[in-house]
Structure formats: C-alpha cells, structure tokens
C-alpha cells in the first residue's frame, strides 16, 4: 500500500501512516458503568482514549491526547446483528456517519463483523471484513483479501479483574483510529 490512492482512509489522512505500527490497547472497568481503553505507541506514549458505557449507555468516544474527539461508536438499540455506527468527531448526525459494524450472522459461529462504508448505503457487500473466533478476542481485519490489521488479546490475571489488553498490528497506509475502533467494537461484540 504504497500509493495514496491505495490508502484506506476512514476518519482523516493523520492517522494514516507510510509504515506498519504496532499498539498496545489497555482497557479497565473504572465502575460499574464505566470503560475506558487507553492506546499506548511502541515509546509508551498515550495516543488515544476511548470511554463509554458498560451496561447502560452503548456509547463510546475515542479522543486524542488534546481531548479532542475523533469518532463516537454508537450501539444500534434493536438490532439483530449487533449493529454500530461509527462517527466522525463526537456527532450523530446521518451527514458524519463513517460506517456501519455488524455481525456477519445472526447466529454466529465465529465473531465476525462486517464493516459498511457510509457512501455503501444498500450494504451489498461489505467493503472490510473482521475474522475472528468465540473462543478468543483475537482477530484479523481484510479488505477484500488483504490483511490490514491483526489485534491479539493478551490473557493475564487482570482480565478476570476487569483488566485486559491487545497487542493491534496496523499495516501501512491504514487508518489506524478506524482499526483501534473496531478492537472496542469486537471486544463489546464479543461480550454480549
């Protein structure tokens, strides 16, 4: 993915970077009501953050380290799928819309999502696909049949405290808020 043609691009040309990166995704129960994930760079440097609802309110924000934010995820309420919709900046309005994340069964076998662009409104075929599996919180992310990004879920004795983390590996030119979304998105998907 050399060329800026090839680039996916999902929420802005900052997060698309020439060379693979690497992310360590810390995510804690802070209450009862509360999650919050924090994005760590290869030197240890907070990134990103994303906080939100557990039980009641299935709304996530990611931000920068400024504060500001860079995509909301949003919990379709009555959904067969498990549907969300992710939007630029902390909007709901159709016009920020990005895309929609669903399950690819009603039945699943495996935890596998089907990604929508906004501008795929007949959702004919999906334009990402996320391969993962029930037994495991590791998963793959394609673009057709290319891999764009691996996430692998590290087991520790702070996962049974509400602690856990993911080793997410986003190869170049990829829009690496969009992937570091769908690991909250997949891990929510998976804990239903």
Not at 38 to 43: I, S
Not at 104 to 117: A, F, R
Not at 143 to 161: P, Q, R
């Amino acid at each position: 993915m050399e060329s800026d043609e090839q680039a996916i691009k999902i929420t802005g040309d900052q997060f698309c970077i020439p060379y693979i990166l690497h992310f360590d995704v810390r995510r804690k129960v802070e209450s009862f009501s509360n999650a919050h994930y924090d994005v760590y760079d290869v030197n240890g440097n907070v990134i990103l953050q994303i906080d939100g609802g557990v039980w009641t309110s299935k709304k996530r924000v990611m931000k920068d380290p400024s504060g500001s934010p860079v995509i909301t995820l949003r919990k379709k309420a009555l959904s067969w799928k498990n549907k969300w919709q992710m939007y630029e900046g902390e909007s709901s309005e159709q016009n920020h819309l990005l895309c929609s994340v669903q399950q690819s069964d009603v039945l699943p076998i495996k935890n596998n999502l089907d990604i929508y662009l906004a501008s795929n409104y007949k959702e004919d075929k999906p334009d990402f696909h996320v391969t993962g599996s029930l037994a495991s919180l590791s998963f793959r992310v394609w673009k057709d049949n290319l891999i764009i990004a691996e996430v692998k879920h590290s087991y520790t004795w702070g996962s049974c405290k509400g602690k856990e983390s993911f080793k997410v590996k986003v190869y170049p030119e990829v829009d690496y808020a969009f992937i570091l979304a769908l690991v909250v998105i997949m891990h929510d998907t998976d804990n239903v």
